[in-house]
């Protein structure tokens, strides 16, 4: 079956490699009176083009074709979220998906069960540590998107949900593209804006707040435990559950809200980031009643993951192999986060930097021209992004930096560059202002 959105990126591949399009890319508008459909059906597929670095967005100018991509060159891409396909455990996976196909279990065939494969299930649940969780509390479901999709665009929900400013941008597109109604409250480097949550918790219009605790995706950035003993707090006060994506466990340290108030959480384990987004598979742990109502909409709703991309994820997990991969994601992430921290000798403004995790963030202030200082890279080749499509605030100055995507000594070249055209247009050369990390 083909969605229009698809016919869209193959009519846009087709242009471009046909050298239709030399630069610039039709617009939204242009392109939805062409294929007879929404806005947002256009963005999707322009998402998709951008999620494989075939194009890249220009704020407030469009979308362009991404040459360098085409010249098959990712050396310099910072913009990407999408993980290195070089980070990826293929070899491993091919060992373990052999070994499931040689057991011919058949039924690995067949449709997946409402709460998910058992098995998987039960190997979650151990993973957790908590003998209190019960089996009930856990299913399988087709990916963290899957689960949001289940706990946000069903009957399930029945007021607002609170989410973070900046948060996941694929998470403010569907809540636009759904019409879930939502607020939010400002998130920055030293973590929430909690005299903000607190007046909002108070109304009482919220059934869920969406967080990623730990390595949030745009700003890196982990919450502070005082701050989520808080939110906890007002959570039991004002009746609303704490939705928590923790996308990159094996990379992440510190307490997550499920750790600490397992019963005002719905936590959202995925490995799209680590293992690979082809399996399309989470894990959520969730209050009973609320695991009982994904489960019934997971059955009628198609929303569970294939049994044996399920089958193949858990004997990957509890094999030799898993450990040590990630094992080795850890040594490559931290090589360049130490070569990042180096190559930011001299920058002027603060930054975040994690210990270890996928992103850093850095912070400029409002009246710096940040767009100048994206076009400019991106005329060199280095492929920078701010945090448009993560906020519905324009004044917020970012940039996101994609710490696994490059190489070390890419990473190398490109920060130190970053840092000579920051310089340049702040006017001075010197290193006086703290940074911050």
Request: aromatic letters at 12%.
């Amino acid at each position: 079956m083909n969605y229009k959105y698809t016919e869209i990126m193959d009519y846009l591949r087709t242009e471009i490699d046909k050298d239709v399009y030399k630069d610039k890319l039709p617009s939204i508008r242009g392109l939805a009176i062409k294929f007879g459909c929404s806005n947002s059906t256009v963005i999707k597929a322009y998402n998709e083009l951008e999620s494989l670095s075939l194009v890249f967005s220009a704020p407030k100018s469009g979308y362009y074709i991404n040459h360098n991509k085409r010249r098959g060159t990712n050396d310099y891409d910072f913009y990407s979220g999408v993980p290195n396909n070089r980070n990826l455990p293929l070899e491993s996976l091919v060992k373990v998906q052999s070994q499931i196909l040689d057991e011919k279990n058949r039924s690995l065939l067949n449709y997946s069960y409402p709460m998910g494969y058992n098995l998987l299930r039960e190997h979650m649940l151990m993973d957790l540590h908590n003998p209190d969780i019960p089996l009930e509390s856990v299913l399988i479901t087709e990916g963290a998107q899957g689960a949001i999709d289940l706990l946000l665009g069903t009957d399930l929900l029945e007021k607002k949900v609170l989410v973070e400013d900046p948060t996941y941008n694929i998470l403010l597109s569907y809540l636009e593209i759904k019409k879930v109604e939502y607020d939010t409250v400002n998130r920055d480097r030293t973590g929430i804006d909690m005299e903000a949550f607190e007046s909002k918790a108070k109304s009482g219009e919220f059934q869920f707040f969406y967080t990623m605790s730990r390595n949030q995706n745009p700003l890196g950035t982990d919450l502070k435990e005082e701050d989520m003993e808080k939110i906890i707090n007002l959570s039991r006060e004002y009746d609303f559950y704490i939705i928590e994506d923790d996308y990159l466990l094996e990379l992440s340290k510190g307490p997550t809200f499920f750790s600490l108030a397992p019963e005002r959480t719905v936590y959202i384990r995925s490995f799209s980031k680590t293992v690979g987004p082809t399996f399309r598979t989470a894990c959520v742990v969730a209050p009973v009643d609320i695991a009982k109502k994904l489960s019934y909409n997971i059955t009628y709703l198609n929303g569970g993951a294939p049994l044996l991309n399920q089958a193949i994820l858990l004997k990957y997990l509890k094999s030799d192999y898993y450990m040590k991969d990630m094992a080795n994601l850890r040594d490559k992430v931290k090589q360049n986060i130490m070569i990042f921290k180096n190559a930011m000798q001299g920058f002027p403004f603060p930054y975040h930097l994690p210990e270890t995790g996928f992103f850093a963030s850095l912070y400029f202030p409002k009246d710096f021209k940040l767009k100048t200082l994206l076009e400019g890279l991106q005329v060199q080749g280095f492929r920078f992004r701010d945090i448009t499509g993560f906020t519905r605030q324009e004044d917020k100055k970012v940039i996101r930096i994609s710490l696994t995507r490059v190489e070390p000594n890419a990473m190398n070249t490109a920060v130190r560059e970053l840092v000579k055209e920051v310089l340049l247009m702040k006017g001075d050369k010197d290193d006086k202002n703290r940074i911050y990390i």
